[in-house]
């Protein structure tokens, strides 16, 4: 049973920069979406950033593109989120999460992910 375990969290200042990382226990076979997601109390979960294994491709939410970068490193089966300029609109519990493409129908949305983390705080002010 894959693991996957989300570091980096913490409190930073308007304009600050942050970056998660999300450390899979094994390697996962098959083609695979490697997400982020956040959660503020009392919002829906939100699809931040998504990248597909064996592909340069990754694609983001309107609210994060060109602050936020999501990477990898097969070696480590480790997934990065570079989150710089952050906003106080950025403050949530943020997941990483994994999923077989053929099992995730709209990668930017919580559903068909196999693999969810505990998740790591971020505040900024």
């Known amino acids: 049973h894959v693991q996957l375990v989300e570091s980096g969290g913490g409190s930073v200042r308007t304009g600050g920069s942050l970056r998660l990382s999300c450390a899979a226990s094994?390697?996962?076979?098959?083609?695979?979406?490697w997400a982020w997601f956040r959660q503020s109390p009392g919002k829906e979960r939100e699809g931040v950033a998504v990248?597909?294994?064996?592909?340069?491709?990754?694609s983001y939410a309107d609210s994060v593109k060109g602050r936020f970068t999501i990477s990898q490193d097969n070696a480590k089966n480790t997934v990065y989120l570079q989150m710089n300029s952050l906003k106080p609109e950025d403050t949530a519990m943020y997941y990483c999460a994994a999923g077989l493409v053929s099992r995730v129908a709209t990668p930017l949305r919580p559903y068909g992910y196999t693999y969810w983390g505990q998740g790591t705080q971020v505040t900024v002010s």
């Open positions: 094994e390697y996962t076979a098959g083609r695979h979406c």
């Open positions: 990248l597909y294994t064996g592909t340069s491709g990754a």
